[in-house]
C-alpha cells in the first residue's frame, strides 16, 4: 500500500537560518511522483516543490530544495534563509494512480 | 496561473441535511478528485473521478458521498445526511492527466461545519 510518513510533527528554526523537515514514502510504482505543499493559515494548499521519480538531479525552487534518495525511499525538503512567511503546516505527498498526504510538520519561524 | 475554484469557502449545515459543495477545475483538465482535512489531522483522499465516471474512491467515501460533473464545468461533491463527523475542510483538485501529471493544482477549499 502506499504510504507517506512524516516524523517530525513540528520543527522550529530561528529566522534567516536553514531547515530541513524529513519525510519517507512506501510505493509499488516505478513511476511516480513526489511533492511538499504548504498549508498556511488560511488552509490552502500551496504547491512548493516536485520531484519526478526518474530524474536523480534534485529539484530547486528558489530557496527550497529537496534531497531525493529513491533508494531509501526518502524526500526531504530543505528550506535556506527561512523567512517569517514560511511558518505553516508542511505535508509530503507522493502521487502513482493518486496522491496520498503524510501527517504534516507545522515549522514554525522565531524572529 | 489558472487556479481551480470552490465555492462556497464556508458551508454550515445541521445533522442530518444535505451540502453539495461545489468546485470548478481547471478547464482543459481531465481528473477531478476530493480530499477532506479534518482540523488538526491529515489530508485524506476520498475519490477521483474521470471520464464521467468514479475511477477510485476510499473506503471513507461511503454511500452518504456521491459525486457529480453535472455540465462542462462544475464538479461537485454531495453529502446526503451529514454527520458530525463530516466536519471538515473540503479540497477540490485537478490534474491534466493521473500517473505521469506533473502538478495536481487544489482550490482553496471548502470548510463544512456540522452543527
Known amino acids: 500500500a502506499q504510504t507517506v510518513t512524516q516524523s517530525q510533527p513540528e520543527m522550529s528554526v530561528q529566522e534567516a537560518e536553514t531547515v530541513t523537515l524529513s519525510c519517507t514514502y512506501d510505493?509499488?510504482?516505478?513511476?511516480?511522483?513526489l511533492f511538499w505543499y504548504k498549508q498556511p493559515p488560511s488552509r490552502q494548499m500551496i504547491l512548493v516543490i516536485r520531484?519526478?521519480?526518474?530524474?536523480?538531479q534534485n529539484a530547486t525552487e528558489n530557496r527550497f530544495s529537496v534531497n531525493f534518495q529513491k533508494a531509501a525511499k526518502s524526500f526531504s525538503l530543505k528550506i535556506s534563509d527561512s523567512q517569517l512567511g514560511d511558518a505553516a503546516m508542511y505535508f509530503c505527498?507522493?502521487?502513482?494512480?493518486?496522491?496520498?498526504f503524510g501527517k504534516g510538520t507545522r515549522l514554525h519561524i522565531l524572529p | 496561473e489558472p487556479e481551480v475554484t470552490q465555492t462556497p469557502s464556508h458551508q454550515v449545515t445541521q445533522m442530518g441535511q444535505e451540502v453539495i459543495l461545489r468546485c470548478v477545475p481547471i478547464?482543459?483538465?481531465?481528473?477531478f478528485y476530493w480530499y477532506r482535512q479534518i482540523l488538526g489531522q491529515k489530508v485524506e483522499f476520498l475519490v477521483s473521478?474521470?471520464?464521467?465516471?468514479?475511477?477510485?474512491k476510499s473506503e471513507i467515501f461511503d454511500d452518504q458521498f456521491s459525486v457529480e460533473r453535472p455540465d462542462g464545468s462544475n464538479f461537485t461533491l454531495k453529502i446526503r445526511s451529514t454527520k458530525l463527523e463530516d466536519s471538515a475542510m473540503y479540497f477540490c483538485?485537478?490534474?491534466?492527466?493521473?500517473?505521469?501529471?506533473?502538478?495536481?493544482?487544489f482550490g482553496s477549499g471548502t470548510q463544512l461545519s456540522v452543527l
Open positions: 483538485a485537478s490534474s491534466e492527466a493521473l500517473s505521469y501529471n506533473e502538478k495536481l493544482f
Open positions: 510505493t509499488s510504482e516505478s513511476d511516480y511522483y
Open positions: 520531484q519526478e521519480a526518474y530524474k536523480q
Open positions: 505527498a507522493c502521487l502513482d494512480d493518486k496522491i496520498i
Open positions: 478547464s482543459n483538465h481531465l481528473y
Open positions: 473521478f474521470y471520464n464521467n465516471e468514479i475511477s477510485e
